[in-house]
């Protein structure tokens, strides 16, 4: 199971990371992912880490202002969101996958965390 936690309210320009834990597995071994959905709308794709490297993929959205990573001896990966923009606001959920993906596709995710909500707002 994945539990995700750090959401919150943020002024535009400001930070939040994001922490997706695994229990009852382990994210070394696996392809782990962040997503975030609005109302009304399909959970679309943020970022994406391959088990077998460290190399992330990102939506061009994001790039260049929110980093993937993971810390393998605490079971977490991680989120790291600077320079925060009002679009940003959505619930962020982390997935997780045995295969070895970056799928941009939800439905490529096997595992999912409840999601965890992230305003920009002043």
């Known amino acids: 199971q994945l539990q995700a936690s750090g959401g919150g309210l943020v002024q535009p320009g400001g930070s939040l990371r994001l922490s997706c834990t695994a229990s009852?597995?382990?994210?070394?071994?696996?392809?782990v992912a962040w997503f975030r959905q609005t109302p009304g709308n399909e959970r679309r794709f943020v970022a994406a880490v391959r088990w077998r490297n460290s190399i992330a993929e990102y939506a061009d959205s994001v790039k260049g202002r929110f980093t993937l990573s993971r810390d393998n001896a605490k079971n977490t990966a991680y989120l790291q969101m600077n320079n925060l923009k009002p679009e940003d606001t959505a619930i962020y959920y982390c997935?997780?996958?045995?295969?070895?993906?970056?799928?941009?596709?939800?439905?490529?995710?096997?595992?999912w965390g409840q999601g965890t909500q992230v305003t920009v707002s002043s």
């Open positions: 009852g597995g382990t994210i070394d071994r696996s392809s």
């Open positions: 997935a997780a996958s045995i295969m070895s993906t970056t799928s941009p596709r939800a439905h490529a995710w096997g595992s």
